[in-house]
Every structure is written in structure tokens, then in C-alpha cells.
């Protein structure tokens, strides 16, 4: 199996994907501060369309890490956004404001870029399976070769978020499921405006 940005292996610990969760940052140890304090910022970029719980507890975990941690709003140009940047950048900001240590932010450009800009230490991903990793990845060797100065760090998800994520979100509350169990509830009440009427047209 290959090797990691940042000298995480996966034959040197952590979990394969769906056993228990498990943090891999110990593995990245250099950019520790003096006496083994947290590291001091860290971003989790995403495109959070919609933002959902599973995204939430993956900054909760990363905010038990890092002096701060911001979720950051992207643009990925290979998905049609449900909401738009400013949309999905309230919602997160929403999701996190009960998180000490979190806030939120958002970007257009290349991720490499705001890590130049902001001195960011660390970029942290959550993996549910061997697809988020391959995926992850290629993602942190392209970050490293353009901002070396910051690492990958990867902590594996939760078994009760491994099926949770922002399309499977959506296509769901398309079918007429719940999805309260998913999302928060400004995060409901945003797709019901979204996505209300096509709904209950899906379920006819």
C-alpha cells in the first residue's frame, strides 16, 4: 500500500477502513509544538453541500487538536452546487458555532494558495473507506508538492457517519426520507427551501 504525504503509512498503525475510528496525526509528530502542545491552525477543506453532522464531528475531533481549526468552504468545480459559496459558508459557520477552537471561512481559489496566505499548519480529511483514501491521497501529494509547509492528517470517521455524506444527503430528502438524523436543523430547513418542492414531487 502506498505511503502518504507526510509520513503516514498504513502499516504503522491507525485503522482500515470500517473498524474503529482512530486518529493518525501522531504519526505526523513534526509539527507539534515544543512540549507536545497542539498544533496551532489546521483547516478542513470541503465543499459542504450541505454541511452535515459527520462533517461536524469530524471539526469537533480536529478542534481536541488544534489551537483553531477552520472549516473551509470551497469551490469544486466538478459538482454543481445545490447552494451557493455564501450559502453553504453560513450554514457551516452555523454548524460550528458551538465548537471551541472552530470557525469557519470561505475560498475560491486553490487550496495550496490559502495555506500560503494563512500560515496553516495542517489540512485534516475525514476517511469513511479505502475510496476516500485512494481519493484523499493523490489530493494531499498534489497540497504537498505546491504548500509543503503544511501536512495531511487524516482521521477516520466514525462507524455511524460511514454512509453519511452531503449527496447522499440530498438525494435522500429528494426521496421523502429524514434526514434529521443527518444534518442540523438550519441545514433542514435550508434544503426544504432548496429542495421542498421537487420532493414532494419525487414522492407523488
Not at 495531511?152 to 438525494?171: G, M, Q
Amino acid at each position: 500500500m502506498r505511503k502518504c504525504p507526510g509520513g503516514f503509512d498504513p502499516a504503522l498503525g491507525g485503522a482500515l477502513p470500517g473498524e474503529k475510528a482512530v486518529p493518525l496525526w501522531r504519526h505526523c509528530h513534526h509539527h507539534l509544538h515544543p512540549g507536545g502542545n497542539k498544533m496551532s491552525l489546521a483547516i478542513i477543506p470541503g465543499s459542504y453541500d450541505p454541511p452535515t453532522l459527520g462533517h461536524v464531528e469530524l471539526i469537533r475531533r480536529a478542534a481536541r487538536l488544534f489551537d483553531r481549526v477552520i472549516a473551509l468552504v470551497m469551490v469544486n468545480d466538478q459538482k454543481q452546487a445545490l447552494f451557493s459559496l455564501e450559502e453553504r459558508f453560513s450554514l457551516v459557520k452555523e454548524s460550528v458555532a458551538g465548537i471551541p477552537g472552530a470557525e469557519a471561512d470561505f475560498f475560491g481559489g486553490m487550496t495550496y494558495d490559502y495555506i500560503r496566505d494563512h500560515g496553516v499548519d495542517a489540512i485534516v480529511k475525514g476517511l469513511r473507506n479505502a475510496q476516500d483514501f485512494t481519493y484523499e491521497c493523490e489530493i494531499a501529494r498534489f497540497n504537498q508538492l505546491h504548500a509543503p509547509q503544511a501536512e495531511t492528517l487524516f482521521l477516520y470517521a466514525e462507524p455511524r457517519w460511514d454512509h453519511v455524506s452531503s449527496s447522499r444527503v440530498k438525494e435522500a430528502f429528494l426521496a421523502g426520507e429524514d434526514v434529521s438524523a443527518w444534518v442540523a436543523p438550519p441545514v433542514r430547513k435550508a434544503l426544504e427551501k432548496k429542495l421542498g418542492a421537487q420532493r414532494h414531487t419525487h414522492r407523488q
